[in-house]
T-cell receptor, first 115, second 114 residues
Framework: GEEVAQTPKHLVRGEGQKAKLYCAPIKGHSYVFWYQQVLKNEFKFLISFQNENVFDETGMPKERFSAKCLPNSPCSLEIQATKLEDSAVYFC?????????????FGPGTRLTVL | AQTVTQSQPEMSVQEAETVTLSCTYDTSESDYYLFWYKQPPSRQMILVIRQEAYKQQNATENRFSVNFQKAAKSFSLKISDSQLGDAAMYFCAYAMEYGNKLVFGAGTILRVKS
């Protein structure tokens, strides 16, 4: 597609439950990024992929968070045992190639609310 | 680690006037990119303008222009002829040349008065 698609739009989970978010990058884009925007509007980089390979995971919390980009499937971000502090909007972005010259196209985000 | 600072939490401008949003950053890299993103209430992130650090010429995109001062590590955004549709949160962001990941500032809320 011509836009980054993210599902679901909203996700509500009780504390301790699992949350799984999906991202379909723009067709032909080989780089995928996940960012977390917390309620104070701060953006935090989580992880990036080059095709199905992890490219940079320096922002990924060591526990509870995992992500995958498998061939012919949407990318996913999974949070095990959610905590109140995981409440945020999670953005996925895709880019056609390596090199920061290439624009990152953002999806509409998934709002995760942990109760 | 690279950091981006936006010291203005909120700015206001009268319609048709000009406003400048400030951004400073810290890096030891010589090659990098700087960006301004707009986030309206819909939360959709929209790239407004980008600047390559190796280019001395300031980037411009229609009513949007930047003042890039590499030595001072400053990257401000000027919006001319402000329109009601410019009201949004604006984020300054940095990326290393091949690092790809964006490092964002805290954002500046821009309000446009009619």
């Amino acid at each position: 597609g011509e836009e980054v698609a993210q599902t679901p739009k909203h996700l509500v989970r009780g504390e301790g439950q699992k949350a799984k978010l999906y991202c379909a990058p723009i067709k032909g884009h080989s780089y995928v990024f996940w960012y977390q925007q917390v309620l104070k509007n701060e953006f935090k980089f989580l992880i990036s992929f080059q095709n199905e390979n992890v490219f940079d995971e320096t922002g990924m919390p060591k526990e509870r968070f995992s992500a995958k980009c498998l061939p012919n499937s949407p990318c996913s971000l999974e949070i095990q045992a959610t905590k109140l502090e995981d409440s945020a909007v999670y953005f996925c972005a895709s880019s056609p190639a390596r090199g920061s010259y290439n624009e990152q196209f953002f999806g509409p985000g998934t709002r995760l609310t942990v109760l | 680690a690279q950091t981006v600072t936006q010291s203005q939490p909120e700015m206001s401008v009268q319609e048709a006037e000009t406003v400048t949003l400030s951004c400073t950053y810290d890096t030891s890299e010589s090659d990098y990119y700087l960006f301004w993103y707009k986030q309206p209430p819909s939360r959709q992130m929209i790239l407004v303008i980008r600047q390559e650090a190796y280019k001395q010429q300031n980037a411009t995109e229609n009513r949007f222009s930047v003042n890039f001062q590499k030595a001072a590590k400053s990257f401000s955004l000027k919006i001319s002829d402000s329109q009601l549709g410019d009201a949004a949160m604006y984020f300054c962001a940095y990326a290393m040349e091949y690092g790809n990941k964006l490092v964002f500032g805290a954002g500046t809320i821009l309000r446009v008065k009619s």
